[in-house]
Structure formats: structure tokens, C-alpha cells
């Protein structure tokens, strides 16, 4: 829902002392999106959807989150707890003039769309997540699924340094082996390769396992919620997505498509036509 006379165009928010950077665009008075986007990429993750959106009358606000924006990249694991992250978005929709927004975040930024589908529905239309499953419907399919072999990246990831080490210079060869398309490969390994912005990304990955009692305990997401799900996803498989459901108190749907991990990049029609019909009435 967006308030005509607060709705204002925008480039950067800033939360404390951090200044996020953000492509804002699309009509000012028509319904607005937000695209979060997961490791390792950025807010150029959804070029490909965004003027779909727009064209369809629809306002789009996507952030370079925290770790990614070059004048937002706290160096402490700490500070990038969920709850940290929850409140960059909410400032992002109090910046841009918004009350209500329809969320979409992919991989990282979908188990962020989750979680704030628990802890803030009251400043959610909905929700569209892409690709990743409700984080509690991931770690059940640990221990009852190949889950944990698919998830073992994340644990090398909670090291210091040697993660930085084995991806620079090699992340945008890795990203085409996984499937996402060379172009966006290519972006992806020129972005990460400034000094910082690994490090970052990664530190989403280090925080997940730090107590967290600023975070809200919600699970269960009460908007309507659409999950798209690309069975050819290396990283997350069936067992996680097909559980997801039961932590959803609200009009669900799950969207199984022939595709791998990499949705906004692989398949932006397809992902831009599932919001427009997530928003559209």
C-alpha cells in the first residue's frame, strides 16, 4: 500500500550510521515490490524483472543489503543477525514512503522475505520467495533428507578467512558451473571482487548461528505467500521446499518449475509474471 503523499523517489536510506544504496523505480502510486536478493549478488540480481514490474504498473524498490552496499558493511559477524537485517528493510520502506509492501527475496534475501512474513505482517501485502525454503522447514529436512550433504557449504563458510580465500578470483567460474548464466556470473565475480564485499556477503552466513534475542520469535507467516521452487536446485532440494508449507497460516501457493537455483537471473519472466499475479488482484 503506498500513501500518495508520503511515496518519494529514492537512491540511497540510511539506518544509523549505515547508507544502503537502492534502485527505485516504476510508478510512484502503484502497488510496490521490494526485491532482496541473496549470495552473491546484489540489487542487479533482478534486472531482468524489473521492468516487467514496472511495466505493469508496479513500483520497484531494490536495496544492495547489508554487507553488499559499499557504505554499509558493518565488519562484525554480530552485526548481522537476523534481526539486524529485518530492520534495514522496514527503514527501507519507511525511507521510500511506504506502509505496505509486496516482498520477493531470493536465496539469502528469501529466507529474509520469510522471516519478516512472521515478524512484520502488518507491513506486508505478501510475499513471493524464490528458491529458498522456510528456514525452519530447513532445518528439519536436515535429518530427514540429503539436505545436510547439499548444506555442507555452510559450515566452510562459518571460517575465517580460508572462504575468501578458495572464492577470489574463482566465484564466477564456480557460479557458471552451478548454472547461473555467464553474463550474470561475470557481474557477480567483478562485484565480489572489491575488497570488502566478499567478506560481507559471507557474513551472513557467519551470523546465522549467533544468539539472536533481538530477533522476533514468530515462525509462522501470516500473509499470502507464493514459494517457486526450481527442482533443479543444487543447493536446496525437495524435502525443505515441500515442508515449508506448514509454517504458512495464510493463502499459500507452491510453484515447482523446471529451472535451477538461479530464478531472477535464469527465469525473469517467469519470476515477474508470478509477482504481477501474487499482486495484481
Given at each position: 500500500?503506498?500513501?500518495?503523499?508520503?511515496?518519494?523517489?529514492?537512491?540511497?536510506?540510511?539506518?544509523?550510521?549505515?547508507?544502503?544504496?537502492?534502485a527505485?523505480?516504476?510508478p510512484?502510486?502503484?502497488?510496490?515490490?521490494?526485491?532482496?536478493?541473496?549470495?552473491p549478488?546484489?540489487?542487479?540480481?533482478?534486472d531482468?524483472?524489473?521492468?516487467?514490474l514496472?511495466?505493469?504498473?508496479?513500483?520497484?524498490?531494490?536495496?544492495?543489503?547489508?554487507?553488499?552496499?559499499d557504505?554499509?558493511?558493518?565488519?562484525?559477524?554480530?552485526?548481522?543477525?537476523?534481526?539486524?537485517?529485518?530492520?534495514?528493510v522496514?527503514?527501507?520502506?519507511?525511507?521510500?514512503?511506504?506502509?505496505?509492501?509486496?516482498?520477493?527475496g531470493h536465496?539469502?534475501?528469501g529466507?529474509?522475505?520469510?522471516q519478516?512474513?512472521?515478524a512484520?505482517p502488518e507491513?506486508?501485502?505478501?510475499?513471493?520467495?524464490?528458491?529458498?525454503?522456510?528456514?525452519?522447514?530447513?532445518?528439519?529436512?536436515?535429518?530427514?533428507?540429503?539436505?545436510?550433504?547439499?548444506?555442507?557449504?555452510?559450515?566452510?563458510?562459518?571460517?575465517?578467512?580460508l572462504?575468501?580465500?578458495?572464492?577470489?578470483?574463482?566465484?564466477?567460474?564456480?557460479?557458471?558451473r552451478?548454472g547461473?548464466?555467464?553474463?550474470?556470473?561475470?557481474?557477480?565475480?567483478?562485484?565480489?571482487?572489491?575488497?570488502?564485499?566478499?567478506?560481507?556477503?559471507?557474513?551472513?552466513?557467519?551470523?546465522m548461528?549467533?544468539?539472536?534475542?533481538g530477533?522476533?520469535?514468530?515462525?509462522?507467516v501470516?500473509?499470502?505467500?507464493?514459494?517457486?521452487?526450481?527442482?533443479?536446485?543444487?543447493?536446496?532440494?525437495?524435502?525443505?521446499?515441500?515442508?515449508?508449507?506448514?509454517?504458512v497460516?495464510?493463502?499459500?501457493?507452491?510453484l515447482?518449475?523446471?529451472?535451477?537455483?538461479w530464478?531472477?537471473?535464469?527465469?525473469?519472466?517467469?519470476?515477474?509474471?508470478?509477482?504481477?499475479?501474487?499482486?495484481?488482484?
Amino acid at each position: 500500500m503506498t500513501d500518495r503523499s508520503t511515496a518519494k523517489r529514492i537512491s540511497t536510506y540510511t539506518r544509523g550510521d549505515l547508507t544502503f544504496d537502492v534502485a527505485d523505480s516504476g510508478p510512484l502510486d502503484g502497488p510496490t515490490v521490494v526485491l532482496l536478493h541473496g549470495f552473491p549478488a546484489n540489487r542487479h540480481s533482478f534486472d531482468g524483472v524489473v521492468p516487467i514490474l514496472n511495466a505493469a504498473g508496479l513500483r520497484t524498490l531494490a536495496p544492495d543489503q547489508r554487507g553488499y552496499s559499499d557504505r554499509a558493511r558493518p565488519r562484525r559477524r554480530r552485526d548481522y543477525r537476523a534481526a539486524e537485517l529485518q530492520r534495514d528493510v522496514l527503514a527501507l520502506l519507511d525511507a521510500a514512503g511506504v506502509e505496505r509492501v509486496h516482498l520477493v527475496g531470493h536465496d539469502w534475501g528469501g529466507a529474509l522475505a520469510w522471516q519478516l512474513g512472521a515478524a512484520a505482517p502488518e507491513r506486508l501485502t505478501g510475499l513471493t520467495v524464490l528458491s529458498t525454503p522456510h528456514p525452519a522447514a530447513l532445518v528439519r529436512s536436515l535429518v530427514t533428507s540429503a539436505q545436510l550433504l547439499r548444506s555442507f557449504y555452510i559450515l566452510v563458510f562459518q571460517l575465517p578467512v580460508l572462504p575468501e580465500t578458495l572464492l577470489r578470483g574463482r566465484l564466477a567460474a564456480l557460479l557458471r558451473r552451478m548454472g547461473l548464466k555467464p553474463s550474470a556470473a561475470d557481474d557477480y565475480g567483478k562485484f565480489m571482487s572489491k575488497r570488502g564485499r566478499l567478506t560481507g556477503g559471507l557474513n551472513w552466513y557467519r551470523g546465522m548461528w549467533l544468539p539472536d534475542r533481538g530477533a522476533p520469535r514468530a515462525r509462522t507467516v501470516t500473509v499470502p505467500t507464493t514459494y517457486v521452487w526450481g527442482n533443479g536446485d543444487q543447493a536446496l532440494g525437495r524435502r525443505a521446499a515441500e515442508l515449508s508449507q506448514s509454517f504458512v497460516r495464510a493463502r499459500y501457493q507452491f510453484l515447482e518449475i523446471e529451472e535451477n537455483h538461479w530464478l531472477p537471473e535464469n527465469a525473469p519472466g517467469v519470476v515477474a509474471r508470478q509477482i504481477i499475479a501474487d499482486v495484481v488482484p
